[in-house]
Nanobody, 117 residues
Framework: QVQLVESGGGLVQAGGSLRLSCAPS????????MGWYRQAPGKQRELVAS???????NYADSVNGRFTISRDNAKNTVYLQMNRLKLEDTAVYYC???????????WGQGTQVTVSS
């Protein structure tokens, strides 16, 4: 079934905060980085944030300074802390795992984040 499972999505007012979580469903292999993508209807899917095994983080300009990606290896979980949310942050958010030699290979089913005015 699904390889990764996201949770924590929901409805939040602009300016509010939300934290997404992601954990594997079953075994995944050769992971070099984890990331969060998002996609709004009619728009391209974009990489929001990523974190490598070496703990290097990268953020899209649209969320830089507002979102924080982190991981807890003991719990095998990756998080996306979203602060000062804006209307344009509304999207389905997908957890993704980067597999060596395969690119972004593992995916979750997505969790809806809706920011209201």
């Amino acid at each position: 079934q699904v390889q990764l499972v996201e949770s924590g999505g929901g409805l939040v007012q602009a300016g509010g905060s939300l934290r997404l979580s992601c954990a594997p469903s079953g075994s995944i292999f050769s992971i070099t980085a984890m990331g969060w993508y998002r996609q709004a209807p009619g728009k391209q899917r974009e990489l929001v944030a990523s974190i490598t095994n070496g703990r290097t983080t990268n953020y899209a300009d649209s969320v830089n300074g507002r979102f924080t990606i982190s991981r807890d290896n003991a719990k095998n979980t990756v998080y996306l802390q979203m602060n000062r949310l804006k209307l344009e942050d509304t999207a389905v958010y997908y957890c993704a795992g980067h597999r060596m030699d395969w690119g972004w290979y593992y995916w979750g089913q997505g969790t809806q984040v809706t920011v209201s005015s």
